[in-house]
Each structure stands twice: as structure tokens, then as C-alpha cells.
């Protein structure tokens, strides 16, 4: 800043003054609080002040305006704070000041300290002696200014003034630059701070344990108290009330902010206007019943922002050392941003060497430290019972599942959910996401684990929830169970643990409050004496036994859930299960009879889908008044149904599939209610006459069976939902379709006589979904086909004659499927108007050069474009503005010669079977992809196509700025490389991990290479086809992880050999399940064959 000009202005005196006080502070650090504060404070006073709102930019010269001001001015108050000496404009203010007042003694000084030592002002040390420093250097030529400034600087820390600390807040300045993350949420709270400044308004601050509720109150305390008249900061309150209770807090703030005596009772009222009381709680329940205004949710810490907190603590800096990345990074996403987890880890993990932190990661994986669990134990502890039953289950069994299941499970265990679950959201315990599912912190699940497995720590059989392999096999096996086991749930077992799992017959004998038993293809070679009567859910598929035990009467039990059994009766006589509500036996193959249903009154669905030697049908099943859903699919052996259904509540009535039925009952008691029944694949030719129309106006569903005319539809049916015509003889559909008004679906697969849609199919104005695939003989749409504008799902494939209507607008069409070899096919119009579109399908479809539309580059939103089986020569090249596009299938385009440019969104291409394929240079570009599958031979060979696959995966790593975590591709080839150090001839290799492989930089990921053979299969006349499922499985501390891939082998032209080269990130390892205490990794390769229906 110049300062010439300033000692020769020469000050005189004046009549009267023009201000009462001149304000000179630094702006930077107190405009926005303190100097604010006291001008709004003396102004309310009727005290006119000078305050100099223009922040003077460096190198600009003070104002002879403002030299006038402070002439003008009675009082002149000086505000030092820290860095008030950087400032050489504060510092010629002060000089002028000085003048004035020794100038015949006519104005007052008066200084302020604000957070600094008069000592400091006086002495010019600390920041003071720092700032002169520089002016020493800088003004070396002018030094007498610099000496000016230092005298006035004495002189006024002279003069007896106010010093200001803020020695009140709990949270000193100085720690606040060592906080991380906390920028955006002051900002927050200080808009909801200055919401209506009159008013008294109270702030609660909401989130989990560790989460940093303290914390961001205290700064908020520290950087705004100096702006009210008192304030009080009261910490740990649960603990002093704990030992001394509530009275000596409540004395401590009414003295501090009422200054009132304490007769036990004050509201918001006695606060004066403008006060803001910020409240910290994990329950926002109980925020909300003490009347705050506004309540602020507090968040976990983003990725960058932990692993930063996570550094200050563990390196004193604000990134990892050399050698702890990968390592650090794990911490941080293992912490899921909990600020008390990354310092507690931080703290613990300070100065120790990668292999003592590799060996506390991999403790860690198993239990976490006690400091973090205790703290956030606190929530869990003011639980009542039942509550803590839920969140139990939550953490140990339904972390993930939707929250209207797992709310009617736990209903079944009489736990009052719906309060239970809001109380522990309220707390913040759980949280339910946008698709309604629970959502859970990793470290508060871990918590509610740990609360069970405390429970007996070398026991399982003493613990109250069981869910790992390894603890059910250890109870099961050793006969260990109690009658503290509650819940038992485990998807499957292993093959290993299959081998070596032996039960006997009284395994749950002692499990007598057994009250969910989840369970999947558990053998029983001894049988089975016992299962508890406390069972609310029963789910055991695959159930090896022919019938339960004679002794089970689970009174209780709401689910009974045994697919996949080999019952063949259920029991003997009449079971009394009055909660009864859903029985699920479907694909239960021996089944033969039914039980008795008369003691199951509530029952409302029963499935038995799939019973396929099912025979015979108990006579009080269709006299039931409480079933919705009874579903009798593919029963192929059941040859006769009761003369009457009598079911008073049924609405959905499957009789899909049994090909022996060939007569349809009267239905007396459920016309009213039943709105979908599916009598596809029977021998049913027609319902009762009289009954038809009485039925048929209720209906959300209709699957009628070998119609070949569709009647006329009298009166509209807005309830009728969905229409499934697929397979029938109909040649036509009546035009009084329009009165179908809430139809959603129409389906009209495989309907070979169907020859013309009515004009009137623009009525059907909720129309989502129509399928029209294998309608050969379709001869044209109707011109005012595209006014279906709600229409989101079209499929046109095997569809034959004359082009269709050159534009449609149909914006809400997501899916368009358009197959047909045929060259007289329909053809597609415009895809201008198709701007929601998201799949393509236009395979097989025989599309030559030139045939696909130029404005395919207009279809903004498409996601998935398949083009298999078509003798185009090249693409359009506006392809490349596809730029939401992630898959493209070219598989089989034999005719194809290159490839253009794709967009940067591609992440999977196939281009299996294109032998003309010359050139990928376009392919070459996909770095963002994540799977590649080549099936070229010819020319492309020639080119070295295991060669092509590692330059794609050296251009992905090294030219890619953020590479994606997983690489695949799929090419000819037969030799692995040699610079592959692990090899071996078999399906499978196993091999030592590097005991420094995380510790080293270069270290990007795994790179695995295998080389299969794929076998030409003649699909013959079949309509089904089968294709392989390749798997590459990752085996190591008894987990294990697989990925997949699918190669269909009509796109080979001859038996081939095919190298697969896949590649993971350190990173997606480090993220993923497979920990740091791995010491070897084994790999194995294998075939799944499924099926394909076409």
C-alpha cells in the first residue's frame, strides 16, 4: 500500500463533530462478528458510529474522505485483533487517530483487544513482530513510516481499554483449523441462526454416536457467543446428570443467562428476542417434543474428508505416508466417515509399521475397538425391550431388505414394529432409504452384532441370534443349542460345509423360544424329533424329510415357507394354526395331498406352484372365506377341481400349467373379488356361460386359454389391469377395446391368426406395455398407432408386412424390441420422437447398409443398443452422440467392417462371429469400458488378438485418468503370456500373496488370465438353446468372490480356444471383502450351462 501523502495532511480543528464514534478495526477479522455486533449495539443506542464498509483493496491508498471521517469523529475506537498489524492502511488509520487526539485534546481513544495480549500490541511480538518484519524489508527506504506505526502502536496499548476472550466456548479458535469437514455445515447452521433475528429460536443438531454433534455445537458456541448479551455452554450433560442430576445444570445456566433464581421451573418466554439455544441429540423424537424450530441432520463424512480427518490422526498430515495408501484408505472406507472411528483408528494406528497395522486391520476385521462400540452402545442402552429386539434383528439379519418385510416379519413376533422402528430411526440408530429399505452404519451394525456375540462369546449355542456359517455348524453339529436361541437365519451352506455338516435327530430339542428359523438345504440323515412351537417363521427349503415332526403345533406360527421340500404329506389330521396367514410349498415336487384347512381360518395365501404330483385337493380348501391368493401352477397331475368355489375373499386364482384340468368350477362365493385368473396351458375350453360377464367386469388380470374370438366389451372395465391373449386363435380384436381404460398390459404374444389392430387402440390411454412377438401374420398398424403416447414397453419382433408409419411420437417409450429376419417385415419409423427411449433391439432384423436410421444419434436417453445378426457394412456415425449409451451388442454381423468412435459412457461391447471386422480403431478407444468380448477370426486374427488385449489393458491403465475398478475381455487365443508369474495347467491355481503387496506404489491391481475352449452346439429343431456361463472364483480365508461371464457359442465359426483377461484395481480388492490379512489366493475356473428360450 503507498503511504505517501499521509504525514504531510495536517489535521484542524472543528466546530462541532460530525460522528460520535470512528470504528477502526481489520475487516477480515472481525466485520462479520464482533465490530458487527458492537456497531449494531451502539447504533441501537442511538450512538452514531463511523464504520467503514469498503474493503480496501492491497496497494490502495486511504481516502481523504476517510481521514475526514475520523477529524469528524468525538470517539475513536480501535479494534485490535491478530492479524491487525498486516494491515498497512489499520496502521496509517491509527497514526491519523493519534494525531487527532494529541491535537488540542480533542478526541478520545478508546482500544479493544479483541483475542490478543495488550502486551502483544505494545511489545510488537507474535503476529505483530511478524508483520513488521516484512514492512522492514519492504519499506527499507521509508523506515521512519514503519517507526511511526511501532510508536503508535505503544502508545495507544497505552491507553486503558477492554480485552476480549473467548475464554467461555469449550472449542478454542486455535483447534478450529484442525477440524475437517465442518465448513459446510457452520454455513448451514448459521442460515438457521439468522432465520427471523427478533424471535427466541431453538436449534437441535441430530445424528448417531461419534457423528460430531458436540463438536460442531461447540464451534458454533465459540464463533457466535460474543454476539449476545450472556450465553452458557453446557458439555456432557448426560453424564453430570447421571451423577449429580439436573439441578446443578439448570442453576448453572439460569445464573449464567436469566440471572434469576431457580425455582425448578422456565420456559422459552424469559429469553429475550434474538437468543438461539442449539440443542445436541441423537434422538430426534425427543428434539422434536421439546418444541425446536429447526432440527439439522447431521451426516457422515465424504470419502475425501475422512481419509483427511483419518490423517491428521494417524500422520499428523493431511495425506498417508509412502506406503500406508491403499492401507489408509481402508481405515477410512471401513469407518464409513464416522468422525469418531477415523480419530479413535487414527490415534491407535500413530507411529506403528505397516505390518503392525496389517495386523491390526485384520483384528479389526473381527472386532472393533471398545472405545467406538461403547459410545455408540449409549443409544441402544435407553431401548426398552422390544426396541432392542428390533434393532437386533436389523443389524444381524436385515441390513438392506425392504422395510415393509421386514416390518411384517417382526409383526409376527408381536414387537409393535411400526413404533419400534420409528423410535430407532428417530434416534438414529437406522435410516430408510429412497427404495424403502433399512440402511444401517456399518460400525452401529457391527455394535448390534457385538451386543449378541458378547452374549457368549465361545458358545453360539447360548447366544440369541445365530447368522454365520461357522456358528450353526458348531451348535448343530455338537448338539450345543439352548433356549436363548431365538433366531436362526443362513441363506445356504457351503459344499464344504454340506460335506462335513452331521445332525442329529434332537438338534433343536433344547430350542424351545425358537421363534424364526430361516434355512436352506440343511440334511437331515437322522431325522428330526423337534422343532420349537414358539415358531412364528418356519422358512426351510429343501426340507429332505417326508413330513414334519408328529409333535409340532406351532400355535404362533404367521409363515410356513418349505419350497424346494420333499414333504409328500404336511401331517396327519387337523393342525389348529389360527395365525396362520401364508403357507408356501411351491415346487415341492412329492407333495401328494393337501392337509385339512379348516384349523388355518386366516390363512391367505397358499401357493403350491410347481407341486407337480399333487392329486388331490382337500374339500375344505375351496370353501376357505379368508384366501386372496391361491396359486395352483403347473399342478400337472391335478386332473379335477370341487364342482364349486366357495371362497368369499379370493382375488388371484392361478391355474396356469394344469394341462389335465378340463373343467372350470362354478364360482359361487368370490365373483365379486376376484380380479386376476390365469387358465393358460390347461384343457379348460370355456367358463360357465352364465357366469362370464358376471366375472369378467371385475378383473385386474385375465389369462384367458384356447379362445379364438374375443367378445364384444359391453361397458368400460377400469379395473381390468392387465389382458393376456398370448397363444390364442384371435384373428382380430373388437374396437370397443377403447372401454379397457385402466389397461396396462396387453399381451399378444404368439397369436399367429392375428392379422390387424383396431383404429380404436388409441384409447387405451394408460397402455404401458405391448407385446406383439411372433404375430406373423400382422399386416399393418394402425395410422394412429403413435397417439399411444403413454406406451413405455413395445415389442414388435417376428412381425411381417409393409412399413409402418414414417413417425411416431411416443415419449415415454423406454424399450423398443423390433426382431425379424424376414425381408418383407414391418418396418420402423422415425426415432426422432422416441426421446425417453433406453433399449433398442433391433438383432436379427436383416438390416443392410444404410438401413439403420441417420437420427439413431437423436435417441438422447438410449442406454442399451443391440444389432447382432444384421449385414450392415459400417455404423452410422452418429453413434458417438449416443453419450448416455452403455452396451452394444454387435454380435454375429458378419458383413461389418469397422467399428466408429463410441461415445465415452460404452462400458460392455460385443463383438463376437463379425469375421469381416478389420479394424477396431474405434474399439481401441473404449478405455471406459469395463467388458469386451471379441469373437473374431480372419482378418482380425491376423492381428494378434491376445496381442489387442493386453495394449487395451496397458491404454486403460496408463492413459485412463480415472480408470474404472474392473476390466474385462474376451478374445481367440490359446498362450498366456509369460509375464504372468503364477501359471499352471487345470482349472485352478493357488499361490502366496507378497507380504508387501499394499505397501508398494507401483502396485495398481490383480491381473488374471485364463484360456477355455469353446465348443460348437448345433441347436437342432429345439426351441430352446442352451449357452455358457464362465466363472472365475477368488477363494481366500474362507470367503470368496466370483465373476461371470456369458458367451453365446452360435457366435463362433468354429471350435475355438479364447483367452479371458480380467483385471482388478487394488482398490476394488481393498473396498471389496478381501481384508489385508490374506496370505495366499487360489483362482478357479468353471462352466455353468444354462438355458436361453427363444
Keep these: 500500500m503507498s503511504i505517501q501523502g499521509v504525514s504531510s495532511y495536517v489535521p484542524y480543528p472543528l466546530p462541532h463533530w460530525k460522528y460520535d464514534v470512528f470504528l477502526s478495526f481489520r475487516g477480515e477479522d472481525t466485520r462479520k462478528n464482533f465490530t458487527d455486533h458492537l456497531y449494531s449495539a451502539l447504533d441501537e443506542k442511538g450512538i452514531i458510529v463511523f464504520r467503514d464498509d469498503k474493503e480496501l483493496e492491497r496497494g490502495e491508498s486511504i481516502s481523504p474522505g476517510l481521514f475526514k471521517a475520523i477529524e469528524e469523529s468525538k470517539i475513536s475506537i480501535v479494534v485490535f485483533s491478530r492479524s491487525y498489524a498486516f494491515s498497512t492502511w489499520c496502521l496509517d488509520e491509527l497514526v491519523h487517530i493519534l494525531e487527532c487526539k494529541n491535537t488540542n485534546n480533542q ?80 454455513k448451514n447452521l448459521r442460515l438457521l441462526m439468522d432465520k427471523e433475528c427478533n424471535v427466541v429460536c431453538m436449534i437441535g443438531i441430530c445424528g448417531m454416536g461419534g457423528i460430531g454433534k458436540t463438536t460442531l455445537a461447540g464451534v458454533v458456541y465459540d464463533l457466535t457467543s460474543h454476539n449476545f448479551e450472556a450465553s452458557s455452554c453446557l458439555a456432557n450433560v448426560r453424564e453430570i446428570s447421571e451423577e449429580g442430576g439436573l439441578t446443578s445444570l439448570q442453576n448453572q445456566l439460569l445464573s449464567q443467562l436469566l440471572k434469576l433464581p431457580n425455582n425448578g421451573i422456565w420456559n422459552r418466554e424469559w429469553f429475550g428476542p434474538g437468543s438461539r439455544i442449539v440443542i445436541t441429540s441423537r434422538d430426534k423424537h425427543l428434539l422434536m417434543m421439546h418444541g425446536v424450530d429447526e432440527i439439522y441432520k447431521l451426516r457422515e463424512l465424504h470419502d475425501d474428508k475422512a481419509l483427511q480427518l483419518f490423517c491428521k490422526k494417524a500422520f499428523k498430515s493431511h495425506q498417508p505416508s509412502t506406503g500406508y495408501e491403499q492401507l489408509s484408505k481402508w481405515v477410512a472406507k471401513y469407518s464409513g466417515g464416522l468422525p469418531l472411528a477415523l480419530k479413535v483408528l487414527g490415534s491407535f494406528l500413530y507411529g506403528k509399521t505397516t505390518k503392525e497395522w496389517e495386523s491390526a486391520l485384520k483384528r479389526l476385521k ?12 449409549i443409544s441402544f442402552d435407553g431401548l426398552r425391550e422390544t426396541e432392542k429386539k428390533i434393532f437386533l434383528d436389523i443389524a444381524c439379519f436385515y441390513q438392506g431388505e425392504n422395510r415393509d418385510y421386514v416390518t411384517k416379519i417382526l409383526d409376527y413376533c408381536d414387537f409393535d414394529p411400526v413404533i419400534g422402528i420409528r423410535v430407532l430411526i428417530d434416534k438414529s440408530l437406522i435410516e430408510i432409504s429412497t427404495d424403502s429399505r433399512f440402511w ?49 437365519k443362513l441363506e445356504n451352506f457351503t459344499e464344504e460345509a454340506e460335506m462335513h455338516f452331521s445332525t442329529s435327530s434332537n438338534s433343536f430339542l433344547k430350542m424351545i423360544n425358537l421363534r424364526m428359523l430361516l434355512i436352506r438345504n440343511l440334511q437331515l440323515p437322522e431325522g428330526l424329533e423337534y422343532l420349537s412351537n414358539e415358531l412364528r417363521l418356519l422358512e426351510w427349503h429343501g426340507y429332505p424329510l417326508r413330513s414334519l415332526p408328529s409333535n ?37 415336487k412329492n407333495l401328494i395331498r393337501t392337509p385339512d384347512f379348516s384349523g388355518m381360518p386366516n390363512l391367505e395365501e397358499l401357493d403350491l406352484g410347481g407341486c407337480t404330483r399333487l392329486r388331490e385337493i382337500h374339500p375344505t380348501l375351496l370353501l376357505h372365506k379368508k384366501i386372496i391368493l391361491l396359486n395352483l ?27 389335465k384340468l378340463k373343467n372350470f368350477p362354478e364360482i359361487v362365493g368370490s365373483r365379486k373379488c376376484l380380479s386376476e385368473l390365469l387358465l393358460d396351458g390347461t384343457d379348460i375350453k370355456e367358463l360357465p356361460k352364465h357366469k362370464r360377464s358376471k366375472i369378467s367386469s371385475n378383473f385386474e ?13 359391453m361397458t368400460s372395465m377400469e379395473h381390468l389391469l392387465e389382458l393376456h391373449l398370448e397363444g390364442t386363435a384371435i384373428r382380430g380384436l373388437p374396437v370397443s377395446i377403447e372401454h379397457l381404460t385402466g389397461l396396462v398390459l396387453l399381451n399378444l404374444r404368439d397369436c399367429k391368426n392375428l392379422e390387424t389392430l383396431p383404429s380404436t387402440i388409441d384409447g387405451l390411454k394408460s397402455l404401458r406395455n405391448l407385446y406383439l412377438s411372433g404375430c406373423s401374420k400382422l399386416k399393418s398398424m394402425p395410422g394412429n398407432f403413435g397417439k399411444v403416447e403413454s406406451l413405455e414397453v413395445l415389442d414388435l419382433s417376428g412381425c411381417k408386412g409393409p412399413p409402418l408409419s414414417s413417425s411416431w411420437y411416443l415419449p415415454f417409450l423406454i424399450s423398443l424390441m423390433r426382431r425379424c429376419s424376414d425381408p418383407m417385415a414391418l418396418g420402423f419409423p422415425s426415432l426422432s420422437g422416441l426421446c425417453s427411449l433406453r433399449k433398442l433391439d433391433l438383432s436379427d432384423s436383416n438390416l443392410g447398409e444404410g438401413a439403420i436410421p441417420n437420427d439413431i444419434g437423436n435417441l438422447c436417453s438410449l442406454k442399451e443398443l443391440y444389432l447382432s445378426k444384421n449385414s450392415f457394412i459400417t455404423l452410422p456415425a452418429s453413434i458417438n452422440r449416443l453419450f448416455n449409451l452403455e452396451k452394444l451388442e454387435l454380435e454375429d454381423c458378419k458383413r461389418l467392417q469397422s467399428m466408429p468412435q463410441l461415445p465415452p459412457s460404452i462400458e460392455e461391447v460385443r463383438v463376437n462371429g463379425c469375421a469381416s471386422l478389420e479394424t477396431l480403431s474405434g474399439a481401441l478407444k473404449l478405455c471406459n469400458s469395463e467388458y469386451i468380448s471379441i469373437n473374431c477370426i480372419d482378418d482380425l486374427k491376423l492381428l494378434g488378438c491376445n496381442g489387442l488385449a493386453f495394449s487395451m489393458l496397458k491404454e486403460y491403465l496408463e492413459v485412463m485418468s480415472n480408470p474404472k475398478q474392473k476390466f474385462d475381455i474376451v478374445v481367440p487365443g490359446s498362450e498366456i503370456p509369460e509375464w504372468f508369474m503364477h501359471q499352471n495347467d487345470g482349472s485352478s491355481i493357488k499361490f502366496i500373496m507378497p507380504s508387501n503387496l499394499y505397501c508398494k506404489n507401483k502396485a495398481l491391481g490383480y491381473a488374471v488370465c485364463c484360456v477355455f475352449h469353446v465348443h460348437n452346439h448345433s441347436p437342432g429343431i429345439q426351441m430352446r438353446r442352451s449357452y455358457p456361463i464362465y466363472q472365475l472364483s477368488f477363494h481366500f480365508s474362507g470367503s470368496s468372490t466370483s465373476y461371470f461371464i456369458d458367451f453365446r457359442e452360435e457366435g463362433s465359426q468354429a471350435e475355438t480356444d479364447h483367452l479371458w483377461l480380467l483385471y482388478l484395481s487394488l482398490q476394488n480388492c481393498c473396498y471389496s471383502n478381501w481384508g489385508f490379512e490374506i496370505i495366499s489366493l487360489s483362482c478357479s475356473f468353471d462352466l455353468c450351462r444354462v438355458k436361453d428360450w427363444r
Excluded at 473381527?366 to 455408540?376: F, W
Excluded at 401352477?633 to 394341462?659: A, F, N, Y
Design 633 to 659: 401352477k403347473e399342478c400337472k397331475s391335478l386332473t379335477t377341481l370341487p364342482d364349486k368355489i366357495c371362497m368369499e375373499s379370493l382375488k388371484i386364482l392361478v391355474l396356469s400349467g394344469c394341462r
Design 366 to 377: 473381527r472386532e472393533s475397538e471398545n472405545e467406538i462400540l461403547d459410545i455408540l452402545k
Design 552 to 588: 409340532f403345533q406351532p400355535d404362533k406360527i404367521v409363515e410356513l415357507n418349505m419350497r424346494y421340500s420333499r414333504i409328500e404329506q404336511m401331517w396327519c389330521g387337523i393342525k389348529h394354526l389360527s395365525k396362520l396367514k401364508f403357507m408356501r410349498l411351491g415346487d415341492s
Design 107 to 186: 478526541q478520545m481513544v478508546y482500544p479493544i483487544f479483541y483475542d490478543v495480549e495488550p502486551a502483544v500490541v505494545r511489545k510488537q511480538t507474535e503476529t505483530f513482530q511478524e508483520a513488521f518484519a516484512q514492512y522492514e524489508e519492504v519499506f527499507s527506504e521509508n523506515i521512519e513510516k514503519v517507526q511511526k506505526w511501532r510508536d503508535a502502536l505503544r502508545e495507544v496499548a497505552n491507553i486503558s481499554g477492554w480485552e476480549l476472550k473467548d475464554s467461555k466456548s469449550p472449542i478454542k479458535s486455535g483447534i478450529l483449523k484442525h477440524l475437517v469437514g465442518i465448513d459446510s455445515h457452520l
Design 701 to 713: 388380470s385375465f389369462w384367458p386359454f384356447q379362445f379364438s374370438e374375443f367378445s364384444e366389451i
Design 440 to 488: 444401517m452404519h456399518d460400525l452401529l451394525k457391527e455394535m448390534g452384532q457385538q451386543i449378541v456375540k458378547r452374549q457368549s462369546p465361545e458358545d453360539p449355542g447360548k447366544r440369541s441370534r445365530l447368522w454365520k456359517e461357522a456358528d450353526i455348524h458348531h451348535m448343530l453339529t455338537r448338539n450345543t443349542g439352548t433356549k436363548t436361541v431365538e433366531v436362526i
